[in-house]
């Protein structure tokens, strides 16, 4: 009965978060952005013209003697932000913190959009959203995980992010020493393919003010959505009332045409955001909202700052991504379609 353990490394400003995987035979280890708002495997690798390469560590292909062409199948994937990639698909034999699958599909990218040539960091992403929304034709392929899941000691995975240091994802166990006070679970809602469920709405709390009734402070706003669980997103995107209502507590915040969203002035505390999902309040405590200096590289000189609250514009549904996940341990139970949260 497995388990395993992989620290994940934010990088600059905590735009997204890498785990050590192992690939092949001898072990290639590449790090992946792992991604509970996608299903596929994919990576830098010998395939990848160098004109889209910038710098990633590659999957070489022809040095695994376990890789095996899967023949007649490619894939092809666009991210929420528009973000592309595509490729041939391999099986080959995959470790994540001594969790090892034997046959996982492996797909190489034989193109990727700009966005991926400039991540330096990441060779690639490590699906960890539902089977049904693999993108491997004309047979879709199984995620790491969903291979992984009958030898794990328990049917789950943990994610437990922090800010500006290292965090961990776990596999077939749960940590207590990771969060404090119970896990509250909540059923989600695999038909989309995604960790998806419903939140009723947000309040504010200013830690030590008492919360006036005549103000948003401390009062419950019923702005009903429903949200996706996404590792795989830099930040939390909310529905657009919920975002102006929230920001309208903190003065001086605007949007920013040229900032491409609602900045602040750095030295100004956000107030902490109390998500409401079911019974579970989810405070994202406001430091957490105060994301990263606009106009400079430091927050101690910055004098904007650039909001890890924003709109989730034009998308079918919220997008609660890293910021959230710093904020909250949370379990993804994959047998028993639901996610626990918990404070840490
Ligand atoms: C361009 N990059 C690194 C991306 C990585 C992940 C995603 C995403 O929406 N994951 N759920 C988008 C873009």
Redesign the pocket.
Known sequence: DDQGEVSAVPQLFDV?YLAPVEIGTPPQTLNL?F????SDLWVFSSETPERQQGGQKLFRIEDSTTARRLDNHTWTIT???G?RSAGNVYTDTVSVGGVTVFGQAVESATSV?A??TH?AA?SG?LGL?FDSINQVRPNKQKTFISNALDSLEYPVFTANLKKAEPGNYNFGFIDPTEFTGPLSFIPINATSGFWQFPASGFSISQPGNASFANSTAGMFVPIAHTAIA????TLLLLPAALVQAYYAQLPGAKTSASEGGWVFPCKATPPDLVLHIGTYRAVIPGELVRFAPVDTDDFETATVCYGGVQTANGLPFA?Y?DVFFKAQFTVFDVEGERLGFAPK
């Open positions: 997204e952005n991604d509970t708002g996608s991210y929420g932000d973000s959009s966005s991926f991540d990441s992403l959203a996404d590792t795989g997103t997008i991504g």
